[in-house]
């Protein structure tokens, strides 16, 4: 489903120049749970924008869907990104003035999706995170598993052929970090392809596909 090839990514800034990617190559199946782990500075985020199709690549080549990403325009791009891909971050990223419910209907309002079918698919993501009885609550009146949760609901929403999902976990204590990881395993039995970004080897470990990256590349495969 997704072919990266030789891709190298270069910051750009001012006389120096950072190489966050240094020709890394992977083949991501349908169905897939791998996990990428690195230290600090390693590259991960820079692979997950890339592979997310935030960022485009310096150079190498980008096969998403048998689609060429490097070489299509940016609105086609973000439409792409809408529709296949849904993200999970470490700080939730939610619109703090809406509610639970709301910030999950946010990419079908993008999608150009109807009221009610937006509404009827936001409150059936709710529930499958085990957050019905907190549909009306903003992100200050939930907890931080809460809110991860409604970003979990708000990533699944569309049906992406891709969940990324960038240290979903950091935030959170331990407890509730299982259960986001519970959350993702029972996404990924269902069908869903997930790509996991994390710095914990007891978190990897349950993914079935494991690559390390070292200073932009990738040192370890498993
Ligand atoms: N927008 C940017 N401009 C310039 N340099 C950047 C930018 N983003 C990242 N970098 C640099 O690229 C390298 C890789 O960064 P990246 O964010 O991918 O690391 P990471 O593995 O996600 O680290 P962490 O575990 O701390 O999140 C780092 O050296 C970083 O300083
Ligand atoms: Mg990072």
Known sequence: MIRLENI?????????????????????LCGDFLS?????????????NIIGCLDIPTS?????????????????????????????FQNFNLLRRRTALENVEM??????????TRKRSAIAALERVGLSDRM??????????QQQRVAIAR???????????????????????????KLLISLNRSGSTIVLITHDPAIA????RRISLSDGCIIFES
Request: hydrophobic share 35%; no cysteine; proline share 4%.
């Open 136 to 145: 009306t609550h903003k992100p200050s009146q939930l907890s931080g598993g």
């Open 60 to 88: 190498g080549r980008y096969i998403f869907d048998g689609e060429d990403i490097t070489r299509i325009p940016s609105k086609r791009l973000a439409l792409l990104r809408n529709q296949k891909i849904g993200f999970i």
């Open 36 to 48: 990428i782990v690195g230290a600090s500075g390693s590259g991960k985020t820079t692979l997950m």
């Open 107 to 116: 990419p079908l309002i993008f999608r150009g999706v109807d009221r009610s």
């Open 155 to 181: 990533a699944i929403v569309g049906n992406p052929a891709v969940i990324l999902a960038d240290e979903p976990t950091g935030n959170l204590d331990t407890a509730s970090g299982q259960d986001i990881l």
């Open 8 to 28: 190298h990514k270069i910051y750009k800034m001012g006389e120096n120049s950072v190489k966050a990617l240094r020709g890394v190559s992977l083949n991501i």
């Open 205 to 208: 470990s349950y993914s079935n």
